[in-house]
T-cell receptor, first 113, second 113 residues
């Protein structure tokens, strides 16, 4: 009953540090996504992976990289963190079929100081 | 491009009041439409969805009807409870490719006893 699992749940970084946010899903979904949530702005897509072996930029990709390690796992990397990347990050997955919903992880609250 | 506009919040109601949260969209073609709910400290959960014009999605007493002529998907509930306090997001899915979700900015709902 795990669904989408994200780690860590909380993280504080200093400006310029790097880190990787991990995401894994156990629903055999083809597509995976990374969103960031900022107050008053809803969720904005950072990167997505339509299927294993492919990744594409979303609305706000600058400062991030991703890796689709296998069908289950999709990681998000911040190479040199900036205060503007302070946000809540959500990973999601979906079956890649029209009309189907996405399933979300619990989120990672990241603060860059 | 595709976009979603939601009623601005926050919205505060008394228990048993009638709820409407407005949502309008701009999209090419016929996207699927969704309402997600986010309870404090949690990820997003699907509340309801509609995949074609005139469809009505419903769940937990909430309803929304896909209105193509007005490009709207307003969320309604006849009698709200304190437990409905949460942030509500309207979203549409890209009808091609990876089914990316485009979100509105979210509406924070608080129900007072």
């Amino acid at each position: 009953n795990a669904g989408v699992t994200q780690t860590p749940k909380f993280q504080v970084l200093k400006t310029g540090q790097s880190m990787t946010l991990q995401c894994a899903q156990d629903m055999n979904h083809n597509s995976m996504y990374w969103y960031r949530q900022d107050p008053g702005m809803g969720l904005r897509l950072i990167y997505y992976s339509a299927s294993e072996g492919t990744t594409d930029k979303g609305e706000v990709p600058n400062g991030y990289n991703v890796s689709r390690l296998n069908k289950r796992e999709f990681s998000l990397r911040l190479e040199s963190a900036a205060p503007s990347q302070t946000s809540v990050y959500f990973c999601a997955s979906s079956p890649f079929k029209s009309g189907t919903e996405a399933f979300f992880g619990q989120g990672t609250r990241l603060t860059v100081v | 491009g595709n976009s979603v506009t939601q009623m601005e919040g926050p919205v505060t109601l008394s228990e048993e009041a009638f709820l409407t949260i407005n949502c309008t969209y701009t999209a090419t073609g016929y996207p699927s439409l969704f309402w997600y709910v986010q309870y404090p400290g949690e990820g997003l959960q699907l509340l309801l969805k509609a995949t074609k014009a005139d469809d009505k999605g419903s769940n937990k007493g909430f309803e929304a009807t896909y209105r193509k002529e007005t490009t709207s998907f307003h969320l309604e509930k006849g009698s709200v409870q304190v437990s409905d306090s949460a942030v509500y997001f309207c979203a549409l899915s890209d009808i091609q490719g990876a089914q990316k979700l485009v979100f509105g900015q979210g509406t924070r709902l608080t129900i007072n006893p």
